[in-house]
């Protein structure tokens, strides 16, 4: 299993940016997946899930109205639109698919600041 995700950068307050996450070793239409973040010298935090068909989407309260989940189950890709940006959203980003019960995949991560 591998995913790789891309996207990330500086970007100003109030501005956007479109996260992508490419995922490959797995069936990717049969299974959630679930962006986190992680700002600095903080604990790792789920920030939109989205489920395999990409019917159904679910978003930590602060991101809502701001940030949308999407997935393109042809090109094995799933995306974070993110926009009106905080300096609070300043993370490291990453993507994640759990298998089964015991077994999830983390990528490596894209850098997200978000300074004036």
């Known amino acids: 299993v591998q995913l790789v995700e891309s996207g990330g950068g500086l970007v100003q307050p109030g501005g956007s940016l479109r996260l992508s996450c490419a995922a490959s070793?797995?069936?990717?239409?049969?299974?959630?997946m679930t962006w986190y973040r992680q700002p600095p010298g903080k604990e790792r935090e789920l920030v939109a899930t989205?489920?395999?068909?990409?019917?159904?989407?679910n978003y930590a309260d602060s991101v809502k109205g701001r940030f949308i989940i999407s997935r393109d189950n042809a090109k094995n890709t799933v995306f974070l639109q993110m926009n009106s940006l905080k300096p609070e959203d300043t993370a490291v980003y990453y993507c994640?698919?759990?298998?089964?019960?015991?077994?999830?995949?983390w990528g490596q991560g894209t850098q997200v600041t978000v300074s004036s």
């Open positions: 994640n698919v759990k298998v089964s019960l015991l077994r999830s995949y």
């Open positions: 070793g797995f069936t990717f239409s049969s299974y959630a």
């Open positions: 989205i489920s395999s068909t990409g019917l159904n989407t």
